[in-house]
């Protein structure tokens, strides 16, 4: 049979066939050319309604590599952006640093959820720069400022392994 993979997840999904019919796939049936991905066209063999083999093609397994490793690549520049965000309590140039990339780099995402991390740390700095703006008069006059500069740095790394953990998973930041 010919069909189509409409859902995959974890390695279990579902073919549909050009009939409209679907059957369960799980890991085990892969028989040639890897592993399948949303919306290849696919052969297999259907036994107690379930696929029994299935065979990607080489053409389709390749572009499924493929878009897995560009993910991969476009995820490292905001992991490296949290990571100039979290260690800005040492070097507090590294936060300039990283909005000054996820202004450059909102638009390129090939994914929406990418786009929505560029947001979301432009919006966090842009959230912290006045709670430090307003530290440092209150560190001179007043004493509380050291407080207040370390409770920001603490918000922020708090946010940042928030965001990290929503780009680990692939999944836009809420």
């Given at each position: 049979?010919?069909g189509?993979?409409v859902?995959?997840?974890?390695?279990?999904?579902?073919?549909?066939t050009?009939?409209?019919?679907?059957?369960?796939?799980?890991?085990?049936?892969?028989?040639?050319?890897g592993?399948?991905?949303?919306?290849?066209t696919?052969?297999?063999?259907?036994?107690?309604g379930?696929?029994?083999?299935?065979?990607?093609?080489?053409?389709?397994?390749?572009?499924?590599?493929?878009r897995?490793?560009?993910?991969?690549?476009?995820?490292r520049?905001p992991?490296m952006i949290?990571?100039?965000?979290?260690t800005?309590?040492?070097?507090?140039?590294?936060?300039?640093?990283?909005?000054?990339?996820?202004?450059?780099?909102r638009?390129?995402?090939?994914?929406?959820?990418?786009?929505?991390?560029?947001?979301?740390q432009?919006?966090?700095?842009?959230?912290?720069?006045?709670l430090f703006?307003?530290?440092?008069?209150?560190?001179?006059?007043?004493?509380?400022?050291?407080?207040?500069?370390?409770?920001t740095y603490?918000?922020?790394?708090?946010?940042s392994?928030?965001?990290?953990?929503?780009?680990?998973?692939?999944r836009?930041?809420?």
């Amino acid at each position: 049979m010919k069909g189509i993979v409409v859902r995959l997840m974890a390695g279990e999904g579902i073919v549909r066939t050009t009939e409209g019919t679907c059957y369960r796939l799980s890991p085990v049936v892969w028989r040639r050319g890897g592993e399948p991905d949303v919306g290849d066209t696919v052969r297999f063999t259907v036994i107690g309604g379930a696929v029994a083999e299935l065979r990607v093609p080489l053409v389709a397994a390749r572009r499924g590599q493929l878009r897995r490793l560009l993910v991969q690549v476009e995820t490292r520049l905001p992991t490296m952006i949290y990571g100039c965000y979290a260690t800005a309590f040492l070097y507090g140039i590294t936060m300039v640093m990283g909005v000054i990339a996820a202004y450059s780099y909102r638009d390129s995402g090939s994914e929406p959820w990418l786009e929505s991390h560029y947001t979301y740390q432009i919006r966090l700095f842009w959230k912290t720069l006045p709670l430090f703006l307003a530290a440092v008069p209150l560190t001179f006059y007043y004493r509380t400022g050291t407080a207040i500069v370390l409770l920001t740095y603490l918000w922020v790394i708090l946010k940042s392994l928030k965001g990290w953990r929503c780009l680990v998973e692939r999944r836009p930041v809420s």
